[in-house]
């Protein structure tokens, strides 16, 4: 079995990564950066979005396991005190695979017929530059509304927990196949009106934004910003690709949203 690593680059996660690649070499398992069975994220969830985006192209043949050094993450089900007890069970294969759903963004230009195709593991936004967004929304074909403000968020379930949730957006399953949309400080009077609501849409929907005052604007997938320019319109689905993560243990999704964002050190 492959494996490599992510870091988060601090001292504790680099020390962690050096003690994971020494053990699991000793295991007989090779180090390869370039066609892992495995990577091992260390650090937070931004360390193992990173290594995502990294491994994006292997997603059918490669599978995420999270150690994290900071507070407790989605994504990274280790603790630095664990470190010997993962590489065994890594080590014995005492592990199962589970998969989440992406969001597939394309982008579609005006004085072009290629597009730009992206995968999201948590969520994509698209903001005006300069001016307030205007964008017509399409939703499975039919035109829904005209959305004015300061942006829209288009999430997976496994990043409802993210910047969906500081926009006031449900929490959903990661076993749900759906995409939720949510607004970014929707304008709403008497001559401007959008839903106000967030909206999930399943997997055999499509939500398409078509731009009203503007060709250019910043579109992020997960870290990474991006600015687009001449665009003719963005479409989101769920995507056909999924993301695996390797589960040692039960570590129910409910329990993860408890320990975030209720539970205390009390």
């Known amino acids: 079995m492959k494996f490599a690593i992510q870091t988060r680059n ?13 053990y699991l070499t000793d295991f007989g398992l090779v180090y390869d950066e370039n066609e892992p069975d495995i990577v091992l994220s260390v650090g ?8 995502f985006h990294k491994y994006i192209h292997r ?7 999270g150690i994290h050094t900071g507070h407790l993450g989605f994504y990274a089900d280790w603790k630095p005190a664990e470190m010997e007890k993962l590489v065994l069970s890594i080590a014995r294969k005492e ?3 589970i998969e989440y759903p992406l969001l597939e963004v394309t982008i579609n230009y005006r004085h072009t017929d290629k597009a730009a195709t992206y995968l999201a593991l948590n969520e994509s936004t698209v903001k005006s530059p300069e001016v307030t967004l205007v964008m017509d929304v399409e939703l499975n074909g039919v035109h829904f509304e005209r959305f004015r403000g300061d ?5 997976t379930p496994s990043g409802s927990t993210a ?43 499509t939500c398409i934004l078509t731009p009203v005052n503007g060709p250019d604007f910043m579109v992020t997938i997960d870290h990474l910003q991006l600015l ?12 056909d690709e999924k993301v695996r993560f390797g589960r040692f243990r039960p570590f129910p999704f409910w329990t993860r949203v408890h320990d975030s964002f209720i539970a205390s050190d009390e």
């Open 10 to 22: 601090d001292s504790l996660s680099d020390r962690l990564t050096d003690e994971a690649k020494g």
């Open 44 to 51: 937070g969830d931004g360390t193992l979005l990173h290594a």
């Open 59 to 65: 997603l059918k043949d490669t599978a995420f396991i």
């Open 95 to 97: 592990y199962n695979v």
């Open 151 to 155: 942006g829209l968020c288009m999430s």
């Open 163 to 205: 910047y969906n949730k500081a926009l006031g957006g449900a929490i959903i399953h990661p076993s749900l196949e759906a995409i939720q949309l949510t607004e970014m400080a929707s304008i709403n009077n008497r001559v401007f009106r959008t839903v106000g609501s967030p909206l999930v849409l399943p997997s055999h929907h």
């Open 228 to 239: 687009h320019k001449d665009v003719k319109s963005i479409e989101y689905k769920v995507a």
